[in-house]
């Protein structure tokens, strides 16, 4: 069961609930060294220069996989996620809370959130658009830092 929390606790939220994703909804670039010595890996670039090499039929399958090496086979113990945008294409019918909420069971997972928390409830883009996506966060096994 997901829930909310300021950034000034964060650290005891990192030893508390390794085994949780959390996700960024500040910028948390401006409270220092919160994540320090977590491995910073940037989706959008990485992901789209492998996904191009691959038909668009097969990109959906391959993005899984790619992302598993990413994350999942990473040496780091801690990884901080930035530019998901990627994985919000409808195309790819791709779970977002649910694939970063898996990878937490194995390791400590931040994700950077490129968009909304409001009224409980975590949300990309906007009602009306392709990408738009809502999660209701009591829902996911999630922390979401505000």
């Given at each position: ?12 939220i ?8 959390i996700i960024?909804?500040t ?45 999942l ?23 977002v809370?649910k ?48």
């Open positions: 069961m997901g829930f909310e929390v300021n950034i000034r606790d964060v650290d005891q990192l030893g508390k609930y390794n085994n949780k994703a960024l909804c910028d948390y670039k401006r409270f220092g060294n919160k994540f320090k010595g977590f491995s910073e890996i940037s989706l959008g670039i990485t992901l789209a220069d492998k996904l191009m090499r691959h038909p668009i039929e097969k990109r959906s399958e391959i993005l899984l996989r790619e992302m598993d090496k990413l994350l086979k990473s040496s780091h113990k801690g990884i901080l996620v930035e530019d998901i945008d990627i994985l919000f294409n409808p195309e790819y019918q791709f779970d809370l694939y970063f909420t898996n990878v937490a069971r194995v390791k400590n997972i931040v994700v950077v959130w490129s968009g909304i928390i409001t009224n409980d409830y975590l949300q990309y883009s906007e009602d009306g658009y392709l990408d738009y996506k809502r999660y209701l966060i009591k829902n996911y096994d999630i922390i979401c830092v505000k």
